[in-house]
């Protein structure tokens, strides 16, 4: 009995001291003494097999592996890097590189030339590859390699310059990788120790822990990182990150928006990509519209195209902004599309304003006239992840059920991988089920043969008018031609309710203000955060 | 003769029916029971009643919005709101009631089957009685959240997989204490006189040893309970329990623990809940072992 009561005075003890709070500020790192540089992170899918990795994973690869083309840190535009100057044939099918000389692979692998791009390419079309832009890249029909600095693509159909560079540059999956190491080591090489160009050189990882990074003395620009090594942390939970950045344990963190005030609020600084690059949609299972498509279920409760419409107008969209992402992004009048996109309809954001201004009294009514009421309410299920730069999924997911629940809707939220939800919707098992999904920027004929086209990787919603526009689209290089194509791609996903569009937003991260002086990145990159070889340390 | 003090003259304290009263008061463990009452059981039997707001609806506008004592607080949500605008004490009234149906269920059937299985294995003994101790090793030994997270995996969180978890685990307890009476019990002359006189096995198994055996069993599930809870709101907060919208105290306290720092009250007034509702059966606990069956004082 007496332990009883001392275990509870005990407890009662650590009551209070929660309930005051612990008076953390950023730790007293010295910014001279910072030898390694650790960002925490939500964690990936860990593995060096790139063409087995979604692209958020890449992140992991960021300081090592570079790209054909780089992009500028402020503006996003494409410049070089592993080549130096590139061009394309008139029908836009063939796309010439021109590398450059003289770069060196870690670990002496060699100098970098043709022949390493053209087996980087193949890593990416094998038979186990899952790689988002693997479509496109199946879509070559023959490599060329006129000689060691030199490499030609030629493309079944035509690509469009904006399509060519969101796929070499960062945003996209072709990673290059040696072709010596490869054919010394195979696989196990790469599992083991890869080779790559950039700024670091790959260190070892510790699963679930840590992947390690050193500075490459020798990079191909001269340029000196200022700092020796480079550590990504992992560390799933988001209250842990913060904890992690005030205890000085780790120097920069991405936190979801719920903690970014309290962030603020103990001295963190924020620091956010120079574009806002990413947005996020809510995607309905079981859209597989096409004529005798065998996996489609017309009796699928998300088929329906009222009751699309009724998930739709049941969110207070400007409300959700207000609260779930602390006003810190803007309203997206269509998924995938942003003013500067091939086909960008000026009438969007009227129409959006029409077609899915926020009625809850409507929504009742349609699910009503969709069969779904009281004695026979709508169920499904809302399936969150939480990914590298994606930590608000859980919190949309149950803000939908919120809103859901207001309009007799029974909407469960249940967590998940994201390698379960990707390989669901990517096999067609997605019937009874809604996941939001936060996605990087691409250009919009990429982003609808990968979320809107039966060919494509993901299939999100399909039917037979985007079968055969974008089939056009395809083979068509006029760009106005083109352009009307997109558009009328672009009005028919609105019209029909494709999915539940939400907001643009810029990806953040936090930093300790004693150590982190300046940090820039654009956002595109597939990683999101990017160009660790930029940041500036306190002096 | 002594002359009588008139209780006038007495302190309060010292008054006779004061004492008595006092004395009859701690006979019984009333603050635990009040606990009890005003913390379980009333909230989960009569929570419609008592709760002030629907516990799954939620306004974003409200969220985080803090207790009525601090600023900001307001008296529609006496305990504050969680990050979903859901009144905190609705939740946690409507949550007595999951723990306490979670942990009665749980605790009834996995009760029943050990009970069974444990009058057999004491009552039959032999290779019965080995097969069913083995059974009841290696539940013993079944490593209990990897078994929930396996369950969830395989068939996503449900009450179901929440009540089966804690029945895989909780027979065990039951069989092993059911047979150890059982074994002392069937050697007494009245079992032996039952058998001459032509009762069944199964007649002096629940006729005449359960009865017997029923004290020890009321203990340990009154023990039980507050273990069970505490289990349950374990698993929830891992999400190897119930499905996040439960209002289930272990799931509260897993929402809120991202914002410790800022929205406390997100995730301590359930882990009060939690606290006081264990403490309380577990005091009950030792008082009715204590008064029912001393020889279990070592459960």
Redesign the interface.
């Known amino acids: 009995m007496k332990l009883k009561l001392a275990s509870l005075f005990t407890g009662l003890l650590m009551v209070l001291a929660v309930m005051f709070g612990t008076v953390l500020t950023p730790g007293s790192a010295d910014a001279a003494q910072v030898k390694r540089l650790i960002f925490a992170s939500a964690g990936f899918h860990e593995s060096n097999r790139f063409w087995t990795i979604a692209r958020p994973d890449h992140l992991q690869y960021e300081p090592y592996w570079e790209t054909l083309v780089g992009m500028d840190p402020k503006t996003g535009d494409p410049i070089p890097q592993l080549a130096t100057k590139w061009e394309h044939s008139p029908d836009f099918k063939d796309w010439t590189f021109h590398l450059r000389k003289g770069v060196q692979f870690h670990y002496g692998y060699g100098e970098f030339t043709s022949a390493d791009v053209v087996h980087s390419h193949s890593l990416l079309v094998r038979k186990d590859s899952t790689a988002t832009l693997g479509p496109l890249w199946r879509t070559v029909e023959k490599m060329e390699t006129p000689d060691k600095y030199t490499v030609v693509f030629r493309f079944k159909n035509p690509i469009m310059p904006p399509s060519m560079m969101f796929a070499v540059q960062r945003s996209g999956d072709l990673r290059i990788t040696s072709k010596a190491q490869w054919d010394k080591e195979g696989v196990e090489g790469l599992d083991r120790r890869p080779a790559g160009t950039g700024y670091f050189m790959y260190g070892g990882r510790q699963t679930g822990l840590n992947i390690l990074f050193k500075r490459n003395p020798k990079h191909w620009s001269g340029r000196k990182v200022e700092y020796e090594e480079l550590e990504f942390r992992i560390a799933r939970e988001e209250a842990t990150r913060l904890a992690l950045l005030l205890s000085g344990d780790v120097h920069i963190a991405d936190l979801p928006r719920e903690l970014h005030k309290d962030a603020l609020a103990r001295g963190l600084k924020r620091f956010q990509s120079s574009l806002a690059v990413d947005w996020v949609s809510v995607y309905l299972g079981g859209q597989w519209h096409i004529t005798g498509h065998k996996q489609f279920d017309p009796k699928a409760p998300l088929v329906n195209k009222k009751v699309r419409q009724a998930l739709n107008i049941a969110i207070d969209r400007e409300e959700m902004l207000r609260t779930v992402f602390a006003g810190r992004a803007e309203l997206a009048y269509l998924s995938l599309w942003i003013p500067a996109s091939e086909g960008w309809n000026p009438k969007w954001e009227s129409k959006f304003k029409e077609l899915y201004a926020y009625n809850p009294e409507k929504a009742k009514q349609l699910l009503k006239e969709a069969g779904y009421g009281p004695g026979n309410p709508l169920k499904f299920q809302i399936w969150v992840f939480v990914e590298p730069g994606e930590s608000e999924g859980p919190a949309i997911g149950d803000a939908l059920a919120i809103y859901y629940k207001r309009i007799g809707v029974e909407a469960e939220v249940q967590n998940h991988d994201w390698a379960k939800i990707r390989t669901t919707y990517r096999k067609y098992l997605s019937k009874n089920i809604m996941w939001p999904n936060i996605i990087g920027w691409r250009p919009a004929d990429n982003g609808i043969q990968n979320f809107y086209y039966s060919k494509g990787n993901n299939h999100h919603y399909e039917d037979n008018f985007l079968e055969e526009t974008f089939g056009k689209v395809l083979k068509s290089n006029d760009a106005k031609e083109r352009d009307t194509l997109m558009r009328a791609i672009g009005d028919h996903l609105q019209a029909e309710y494709a999915d539940i569009p939400l907001f643009w937003f810029r990806n953040e991260v936090f930093a300790n203000p004693k150590v982190v002086a300046d940090m820039v990145y654009p956002g595109p990159a597939a990683g999101r955060t990017s160009h660790f070889e930029l940041i500036k340390l306190v002096k | 003769m002594p002359q009588l003090t008139s209780t006038r003259t007495l302190p309060w304290y010292a008054i006779p029916w004061v004492v008595d009263g006092w004395r009859q008061v701690k006979r019984y463990p009333l603050f635990s029971l009040a606990i009890l009452i005003f913390v379980l059981v009333i909230p989960a039997m009569f929570a419609p009643w008592v709760a002030p707001h629907d516990p ?6 409200n ?1 985080l919005t803090p207790p009525v004592w601090q600023d900001g607080g307001t008296m529609e949500h006496i305990l504050g709101t969680d ?4 009144d905190i004490l609705s939740r946690i009234i409507y949550g007595a009631r999951v723990s306490l149906t979670v942990s009665l269920i749980a605790i009834f059937v996995g009760g029943i089957i050990g009970t069974v299985l444990g009058l057999i294995s004491g009552y039959f003994g032999g290779k019965t009685d080995a097969v069913i101790m083995r059974l009841v090793d290696i539940s013993l030994s079944l490593p209990t959240i990897l078994l929930a997270l396996v369950l969830v995996a395989a068939v ?2 449900s009450f179901g997989v929440v009540i089966t978890v804690l029945i895989v685990l909780l027979w065990a307890r039951y069989a092993r204490l059911t047979r150890g009476e059982t074994l002392a019990i069937k050697e007494l002359d009245f079992i032996a006189r039952g058998r001459v006189a032509g009762a069944s096995h199964t007649r002096i198994m629940f006729k005449y040893i359960f009865p017997n055996v029923f004290n020890s069993l009321v203990v340990l599930a009154t023990l039980q309970v507050g273990y069970v809870i505490l289990l349950e709101s374990t698993l929830s907060f891992l ?1 190897a329990g119930l ?3 439960e209002p289930a105290w272990g799931v509260m306290v897993a929402d809120g ?6 929205a ?1 009250w997100v995730s ?1 007034f359930p ?2 809940a939690i ?1 006081l509702t264990v ?1 309380a059966l ?2 009950i606990g ?1 008082w009715l072992r204590d008064h029912l069956d001393p020889k279990l004082r070592n459960l």
């Open positions: 799954y609806l939620g306004f974003l506008s969220r990050k979903l605008g859901r996503g969180p999400g499905p996040r919208a623990r991202e914002l410790i720092v800022t406390w301590m882990g009060l606290m403490l577990n005091l030792d």
